[in-house]
């Protein structure tokens, strides 16, 4: 599986969209790019995932650049209950996830 | 649905002691999976099992064993805790689907393990 880069801590406007980067420069064809947040001391929850195409949800949007190499997740109006820790995962579907790599992520800091 | 749950919350053992973390999903899914989380630190993956009947070792299995005698429940067993083994324990399961959607995990809330 490609391995993710994303920056450890990042600072955010609260009401502002916060774009959380992520570089997956190995992903291969068949790879997707899922995102998951974890809230303090709670289970990580699904956020949203996509291939190539922008995808956009209740939760947030997500957006793949033309190569693939690398991809934004997008926190319309982001608040205090964001605060979170946010992980971008490449994962080949359909394989059961029994492989998937949480690394540390990243944790936006939302401030008023 | 009740989604996943895990008993018990929190958990104090005594070094050598033994217990059974509990983690039952109520969606059907044919996956779960067993991960830990050490504070300030991603998730680990300790078993998995693609099905009843069938587990497999995952990044950390050492110190640990697993069953999954029915499609709902996995329960990982410490035979010998150790004070490494204070952690934050997560269960999580994904659906069956031939679809990304498979790789969809839906965690459990944690069980939380102090070995003193």
């Known amino acids: 599986d490609a391995k993710t880069t994303q920056p450890t801590s990042m600072d955010c406007a609260e009401g502002r969209a916060a774009n959380l980067p992520c570089n997956h420069s190995?992903?291969?064809?068949?790879?997707?790019v899922y995102w998951y947040r974890q809230i303090h001391s709670q289970g990580p929850q699904y956020i949203i995932h996509?291939?190539?195409n922008n995808e956009t949800n209740e939760m947030a949007s997500l957006i793949i650049t033309e190569d693939r190499k690398s991809s934004t997740l997008i926190l319309p109006h982001a608040t205090l209950r964001d605060t979170a820790v946010y992980y971008c995962?490449?994962?080949?579907?359909?394989?059961?996830?029994?492989?998937?790599?949480f690394g540390a992520g990243t944790r936006p800091f939302v401030k008023a | 649905n009740a989604g996943v749950t895990q008993t018990p919350k929190f958990r104090i053992l005594k070094i050598g002691q033994s217990m059974t973390l509990q983690c039952t999903q109520d969606?059907?899914?044919?996956?779960m999976y067993w991960y830990r989380q050490d504070p300030g630190m991603g998730l680990k993956l300790i078993y998995y099992?693609?099905?009843?009947?069938?587990?497999d070792k995952g990044e950390v299995p050492n110190g640990y064993n697993v069953s999954r005698s029915t499609t709902e429940d996995f329960p990982l067993r410490l035979e010998l805790a150790a004070p490494s083994q204070t952690s934050v324990y997560f269960c999580?399961?994904?659906?069956?689907?031939?679809?990304?959607?498979?790789?969809?995990?839906?965690f459990g809330p944690g069980t939380r393990l102090l070995v003193l």
């Open positions: 999580a399961s994904s659906p069956p689907s031939g679809t990304p959607e498979r790789e969809t995990q839906y």
């Open positions: 190995t992903i291969s064809g068949n790879e997707y």
């Open positions: 996509g291939l190539k």
């Open positions: 995962i490449v994962r080949v579907a359909d394989t059961g996830g029994f492989k998937t790599i």
């Open positions: 969606m059907n899914h044919n996956y």
């Open positions: 099992s693609v099905g009843a009947g069938i587990t």
